[in-house]
T-cell receptor, first 115, second 111 residues
């Protein structure tokens, strides 16, 4: 069973640029969630994709967008990067659209630095 | 709104000491509660969970009990090991799609 993988591991961008982060879900999982984890903070929910549709969104501006593909892998796109976007971006996969006690399986994250 | 508050870290303990990491939550309904652990350079891993009041989650010697009356889910272990050094996150969710995490508590166990 393959776990959640993310690419790239590290990324450096400059303010105003655009970035795309990628995630492959765990085998058999059809749901992907994205989180932003600033240094010294807990993960903050960005959004979730279930069967290629957005299925919930946190308090993030529209310049944060995503996609889910038929193989359930996913992309997170961030436009017009700001310094405060520097963080660890975590992808989590799960089976189904949720439910009490549903567990999410996390990838190792992509460390984004915006200069 | 819904939120999770964890005790401030960092926490430093000697091997075989007792551990308690406090977690309290604010919720409008009846969420499921989780503890996740993050080892250096890795993603979060589920440590334990509880889905309703008075449930006790346990794993690898760690325990936490869902206390509705005190809105708490404190993490405990009777004897910590060096390998337990990590950052611990308390979290809640209603539907399993959006998780609300605390800020994390860093634990260092020294031999």
């Amino acid at each position: 069973e393959t776990g959640v993988t993310q690419s790239p591991t590290h990324l450096i961008k400059t303010r105003g640029q655009q970035v795309t982060l990628r995630c492959s879900s765990q085998s058999g999982h059809n749901t992907v969630s994205w989180y932003q984890q600033a240094l010294g903070q807990g993960p903050q929910f960005i959004f979730q994709y279930y069967r290629e549709e957005e299925n919930g969104r946190g308090n993030f501006p529209p310049r944060f967008s995503g996609l889910q593909f038929p193989n359930y892998s996913s992309e997170l796109n961030v436009n017009a990067l700001e310094l405060d976007d520097s963080a660890l971006y975590l992808c989590a996969s799960s089976l189904g659209a949720g439910g009490p006690g549903s567990e999410q399986f996390f990838g190792p994250g992509t460390r984004l630095t915006v200069l | 709104g819904d939120s999770v508050t964890q005790m401030e870290g960092p926490v430093t303990l000697s091997e075989e000491a007792c551990l308690t990491i406090n977690c309290t939550y604010t919720a409008t309904g009846y969420p499921s509660l989780f503890w996740y652990v993050q080892y250096p350079g890795e993603g979060l891993q589920l440590l334990l969970k509880a889905t309703k009041a008075d449930d006790k989650g346990s794993n690898k010697g760690f325990e936490a009990t869902y206390r509705k009356e005190t809105t708490s889910f404190h993490l405990e272990k009777g004897s910590v090991q060096v390998s337990d050094s990590a950052v611990y996150f308390c979290a809640l969710t209603y539907t399993g799609n959006q998780f609300y995490f605390g800020t994390g508590t860093s634990l260092t166990v020294i031999p």
